[in-house]
């Protein structure tokens, strides 16, 4: 199986911040990596999918990157609405398609 | 309204047998391949399943092969989840998932989930 290690597990900070999240494929998964957003209790919801590409009606302060093994998710100025937690995910072309860790971004 | 209902999730003994469906509405069901992916109480995703659009080719994590069985009936607008012989690690919200047009793996429209708790 395709292991993606996401780091940090959880972070602090503020409205306005840069928030940056990595993930780490632990083989060549060209830039099959998407990211999802959680909130508490509610269904996960898809920012970016193909490393890069942005979701219907996703914020543009949304920012996808990488290729191959190593992918980052950054969030340029932190909302309000965007304190949850982050899951990345590789959907290579063998299964099982699976998920980092998970990443809490809180206050 | 574009929407994925779950359903069917509750308490069951190890050993027992539940089936979960997944009802769509708002989009040409028939036309998507659909996941289920679950959830461990304060824990992160885990894919679960997969099938195609016209159920030809399915797909399981490997600690549900031969106990869970993904279907689905495209004239109802439903997909299912029949698990077998369930564990108290199979213990999760499970949520069903419509799959990305573009990006086999990744899903663009999420159900609400149905809690699923294995317990004696």
């Known amino acids: 199986d395709i292991r993606v290690t996401q780091s940090p597990s959880s972070l602090s900070a503020s409205v306005g911040d840069r928030v940056t999240i990595t993930c780490r494929a632990s083989?060549?998964?060209?830039?099959?990596l998407n990211w999802y957003q959680q909130k508490p209790g509610e269904a996960p919801s898809l920012l970016i999918y193909g490393a890069s590409s942005l979701h219907d009606d996703v914020p543009s302060r949304f920012r996808g990157s990488g290729s191959g093994t190593d992918f980052t998710l950054t969030i340029s100025s932190l909302q309000p609405e965007d304190f949850a937690s982050y899951y990345c995910q590789q959907s290579y072309n063998v299964v099982p398609w699976t998920f980092g860790q998970g990443t809490r971004v809180e206050v | 309204e574009v929407q994925l209902v779950d359903s069917g999730g509750g308490l069951v003994q190890p050993g027992g047998s539940l089936r979960l469906s997944c009802a769509a509405s708002g989009f040409t069901f028939n036309r998507w391949n659909m996941h289920w992916v679950r959830q461990a109480p304060g824990k992160g995703l885990e894919w679960v399943s997969y099938i195609s659009s016209s159920s030809i080719t399915t797909y399981y994590i490997d600690s549900v092969k031969g106990r869970f069985t993904i279907s689905r009936d495209n004239g109802k607008n439903s997909l299912y989840l029949e698990m077998n012989n369930l564990r108290d690690e199979d213990t999760a919200v499970y949520f069903c998932?419509?799959?990305?047009?573009?990006?086999?793996?990744?899903?663009?429209?999420w159900g609400r989930g149905t809690l699923v708790t294995v317990s004696s």
């Open positions: 083989q060549n998964i060209g830039n099959y």
């Open positions: 998932a419509r799959g990305h047009p573009i990006v086999a793996g990744a899903s663009d429209l």
